[in-house]
Structures are given as structure tokens and as C-alpha cells.
């Protein structure tokens, strides 16, 4: 991103000029208006990344200006700061859109960190909108490898580096990481990028045909070959082929594969002939090939002339904010195959599907994503157009953020509510991850006002109060 410009609206002028000399410092183009209109007007007149503004304004105040320059710039990122804070007015800006809402008095560290965040925020949504131009000005609906994360990159890094090579690569992943994707990468960015990409997944056919597949056969090598057929490796002559699911390969076959990448020589099945052909193999798998060595499932001889450049792709759950970037990206490539205009995503979508730990990876978000493009009616993918693992599945994170000052009690009851709502309602379950008597929960319950706040006669779980610390009465 080029240098930031950040707009701060404030009727407290030592404020406004203060915060603006903090941030100018930083490197960052500062403007500075005194109330709501003059920002207003600005914000219509200038680029401006990041909007900070007083909650409190003479002529209109910072909720109103929020809603009004999200109106103009939806993706303008707004932080609002306040002396007079209060959960219900953070809760209220975050929903009208803001990125954070700070209260006076409040500290420079304080302030420059979510200025750095909100700008990360900024960066990523003008990716996102550089990826989707380049998508519209595609002419075909081919995927590409999308990503952002640090490991991803770093993954991308060692994948540009080796493709010009000659070398052998494994690509090891779990299902649906995007091996194939890595492989074609391999192929576009090698000197043979002009020759054949050619694909065998190795546990989609039966061992009593991947011979000939692999290798080709002459005519009446076995009943119904009526006429010679080239292999894969002969159609990849001077180009790359991809044995997906490596893992799957009986022995067998193993030996004869280990002979090609050797020598680069084979024979067709029954045939006599020794054919030569010069290909670059790229191999895939799921499996953990160092353990079926070991298992004596898989030849150590052939592992180690596969794994001379061993590619690790990590699974979606471990792609730092990656998932925001495919969804976005997949959005884009099925509306354009279905021939529908979509606005987006909305927030409660959004929540779920980044809350999701996608088991099936960047694969079954995909999946997710183009099924929820052919349900919508409105133009918006909404919860009830996800596929029902994703809206059922709890969150993926074991915490939840309290506000620093948030009153014990109120604490109190936010742990034991959201407790209960990820046990699904499971009064003993929680006494236990909270570590009180059932009749605890039962007590505590009542006194919110809550459902479920009769005791009964004997809970599941019981413990005398003594044996175990309780939540304050």
C-alpha cells in the first residue's frame, strides 16, 4: 500500500492536532476536520484509507458520520474514540460497521496498533479487489492458486525456486490442499511449460489397468486390446506428468516406476521394445510415505528418488487469514459460471465461514462457496445457503474477548452463557469445564433469569462445593 491517508474528526482541537502529529510521525498523510461535515466533505473530495472520529460532535455526531461514510466508501475502515464508553455503544459501531471503537483517556501504543491493524484490514480488501479485477478480465473460468498467508508464500517461494529445475518434487498435503494446483504451478513456471502437463490419479484406477495407463500396452497384450495405445509417460514426452495419490501405488507397480525414473526407460505391457522418454515427474500424496516405508508399503528406494524436493502444503485451518481471500476469489468464479451478479457475502455468513475448521480444506470451501452461488436468490450468500456441516459446526476458537473492564459479574455471566451455548445447552458438561457443582449453574441460572435455572433433584455431576472452586455467589 502505498503511504496511508487517515482522516481525524474531532471538535477537541489540542486532540485533533495531537493525534495528528502522533500519527504524521508514523509516516501516514494526516487531514483533519472539526466536525461531521467538513469530514463529510472530505471524505467526498479525497482518497482517505481510515477514518478516526469523536463519537460526540456538535452538528453530527460520529455514529452518524460512520453510517454515512460507509455509505460512500463501504470498504473505508472506521475506528471511533469516545470519553463516554459503553458496551452498548460499541456494540451498536461495530454493528453500523466500525473496525474499533477505544475510549478515552487512551495510550499511543494503543492507538498506533490499531491504526496498524485497521490498515493491515484496509491492504488486504484492495488485494481482494485487485484479485477480482484480474478475475474479470480473464477470459476463461481456469482456478488459480490464490493465497496470502505467510505459509502459503513461503510455500510459493520454494515452488518458484525448484520449477525451472529438472528435479523430482512430492507434493505432501492433506486432501483438498491444492496439490494439483501446485503441480500445475510447477509445470507453468518450468522450461517445459511449452510441452504437456499430463495427470494420473493412481488410486482412481484399478491396479489391473494402471499399468497400461502408466505405460501403454500393444495390441493383444490381454483380451480387448485390439490395438496399441500410448501411456502417460509417453504422452508426457518433454513434459511434466503428475501421479496424484502416490501413496495408493501397489508394489508392483512401484518397481516398474522406480526403473523410469532412473533410467527413463520402460517397456509397454506386452510389448519388447525399450522406449526412452524425457519427463519431469511431480508426485502427490496424503499419506505419511515415511511411515508406509516403514509399514513396508511403500519402497524406501523409490521414497527417496521421489522426495528429492518435498513441497509441505498446510491445511486451510493453519492459512492465516486465507480463507476471506478464497471465498472472495471462488465468489467471483461462480457467479461468472452461473451467469449471476452477486454483491457478497454477508456478516453472519462471514462469521461461519471463517469460524469453520474445513476438514476438506480449500477444496470443500470451494465446494461450499459454489453451492451457495446456485441457491441465492437475492444476490447476497447468506448462513442458509451454506452447506449444513458449516452452519451446524461450533466455533473454531476455544476463546472469546471480554472488554478490558468489564464488570466481574457481567464477566461471570459471559463465560457461564457462552459456556453453555458450546456444550449445547449441557448444564452438567459446563459444571465440569468450569470446574463448580452442577447446583452451581443450576443457582447461578436463576439468578440471571436465564431458562433451565430450576435445580434439579440430583444433577449428573455433582461435587461438594469444598472439593472444588465455585464462581462467586
Known amino acids: 500500500m502505498t503511504t496511508a491517508t487517515i482522516l481525524i474528526v474531532d471538535d477537541e482541537a489540542s486532540l485533533r492536532e495531537s493525534l495528528g502529529k502522533i500519527l504524521e510521525r508514523e509516516g501516514f498523510e494526516i487531514r483533519l476536520a472539526e ?10 473530495s479525497e482518497r482517505v484509507d481510515l477514518l478516526i472520529t469523536d463519537l460526540k460532535l456538535p452538528n453530527m455526531d460520529g455514529m452518524e458520520l460512520l453510517k454515512a461514510a460507509k455509505l460512500l466508501r463501504p470498504e473505508l475502515e472506521v475506528i471511533l474514540i469516545t470519553g463516554y464508553g459503553t458496551i452498548e455503544a460499541a456494540v451498536e459501531a461495530m454493528r453500523q460497521g466500525a473496525y474499533d471503537f477505544i475510549t478515552k483517556p487512551f495510550k499511543k501504543l494503543q492507538i498506533l496498533k490499531t491504526v496498524e491493524k485497521a490498515l493491515e484490514k484496509v491492504s488486504l480488501v484492495a488485494e481482494n479487489r485487485q484479485l477480482r479485477q484480474r478475475l474479470d478480465e480473464e477470459t476463461s473460468a481456469r482456478r488459480e492458486l490464490v493465497y496470502a498467508s505467510p505459509e502459503m508464500s513461503a510455500v510459493m517461494s520454494l515452488v518458484q525456486q525448484v520449477a525451472p529445475s529438472s528435479a523430482t518434487v512430492l507434493v505432501q498435503g492433506e486432501s483438498g490442499t491444492g496439490k494439483e494446483m501446485v503441480a500445475e504451478v510447477l509445470h507453468r513456471l518450468s522450461a517445459r511449460r511449452d510441452g504437456p502437463l499430463v495427470k494420473v490419479s493412481c488410486a482412481a484406477l484399478p491396479e489391473t489397468l494402471l499399468e497400461s495407463e502408466l505405460f501403454g500396452h500393444e495390441r493383444g497384450a490381454f483380451t480387448g486390446a485390439a490395438m496399441a495405445r500410448e501411456g502417460r509417460f509417453e504422452l508426457a514426452h518433454r513434459g511434466t506428468l503428475f501421479l496424484d495419490e502416490i501413496g495408493e501405488l501397489p508394489l508392483a507397480m512401484q518397481v516398474k516406476l522406480l526403473r523410469v525414473l532412473q533410467d527413463g526407460e520402460f517397456e509397454r505391457l506386452g510389448g519388447r521394445r525399450t522406449l526412452r ?3 519431469r515427474v511431480v508426485t502427490a500424496t496424503n499419506r505419511d510415505l515415511e511411515k508406509e516405508v516403514e509399514a513396508k508399503r511403500f519402497r524406501e528406494d523409490l521414497f527417496y528418488r521421489l522426495n528429492v524436493i518435498a513441497i509441505d502444503l498446510p491445511p486451510l485451518r493453519e492459512r492465516r487469514g486465507e480463507v476471506d481471500l478464497l471465498a472472495e476469489y471462488f465468489v467471483q468464479l461462480y457467479s461468472r459460471k452461473n451467469n449471476k451478479e452477486l454483491s457478497g457475502i454477508s456478516p453472519d455468513a462471514w462469521e461461519l465461514l471463517r469460524s469453520y475448521h474445513w476438514p476438506g480444506n480449500v477444496r470443500e470451501l470451494e465446494n461450499a462457496i459454489e453451492r451457495a452461488v446456485i441457491l441465492t436468490r437475492s444476490g447476497t450468500i447468506e448462513p442458509d445457503h451454506l452447506p449444513p456441516a458449516v452452519r451446524r459446526a461450533p466455533p473454531a476458537t476455544s476463546h472469546f474477548v471480554i472488554p478490558f473492564g468489564t464488570p466481574l459479574e457481567e464477566v461471570e455471566r459471559r463465560i457461564l452463557t457462552e459456556t453453555l451455548r458450546r ?34 433433584d440430583k444433577p449428573e455431576y455433582e461435587e461438594p462445593d469444598s472439593a472444588s472452586p465455585d464462581l462467586p455467589s
Open 277 to 279: 522418454v524425457d519427463v
Open 423 to 456: 456444550t449445547g445447552g449441557d448444564k452438567n458438561l459446563t459444571a465440569r469445564l468450569l470446574g463448580v457443582a452442577a447446583r452451581t449453574i443450576y443457582r447461578k441460572l436463576d439468578r440471571y433469569g436465564q431458562p433451565g435455572g430450576d435445580e434439579p
Open 35 to 44: 466536525d461531521g461535515p467538513p469530514g463529510l466533505a472530505l471524505l467526498q
